[in-house]
């Protein structure tokens, strides 16, 4: 398993824009798909993004689509979520995760290893 450390999050005004990090640990870093979800108030965690080991592919929830963008450095064991645009609607707290496989996986039981989750806060 990697251990992942999100970071990046925070307050910002709708419209506005912030970019999540997420760092992993050990050498296999690259073997991993990665995704993002987040988890609202009251509500059930979700799937935002995701990207396959090599960063060839990805994957987004209809919701950001168009306003979010996943991608990697395998280099530097990190994964990344810029977000556009950001409504009230994106307020959450945003979780990393990886996943074994090599390819997109978009649902919560195919992740082996998660963050702690940043905030994000969006006001209108």
């Known amino acids: 398993q990697v251990q992942l450390v999100e970071s990046g999050g925070g307050l910002v005004q709708a419209g506005g824009s912030l970019r999540l990090s997420c760092a992993a640990s050990?050498?296999?870093?690259?073997?991993?798909?990665m995704g993002w979800f987040r988890q609202a108030p009251g509500k059930e965690r979700e799937f935002v993004a995701a990207?396959?080991?090599?960063?060839?592919?990805?994957y987004y929830a209809y919701s950001v689509k168009g306003r979010f963008t996943i991608s990697r450095d395998n280099a530097k064991n990190t994964v990344y979520l810029q977000m556009n645009n950001l409504k009230p609607e994106d307020t959450a707290v945003y979780y990393c995760?990886?996943?074994?496989?090599?390819?997109?996986?978009?649902?919560?039981?195919?992740?082996?290893?998660w963050g702690q989750g940043t905030q994000v806060t969006v006001s209108s």
């Open positions: 050990g050498r296999t870093f690259s073997r991993y798909a």
């Open positions: 995760a990886a996943d074994r496989d090599s390819y997109i996986a978009t649902t919560e039981g195919d992740f082996d290893s």
């Open positions: 990207i396959s080991s090599d960063g060839g592919s990805t």
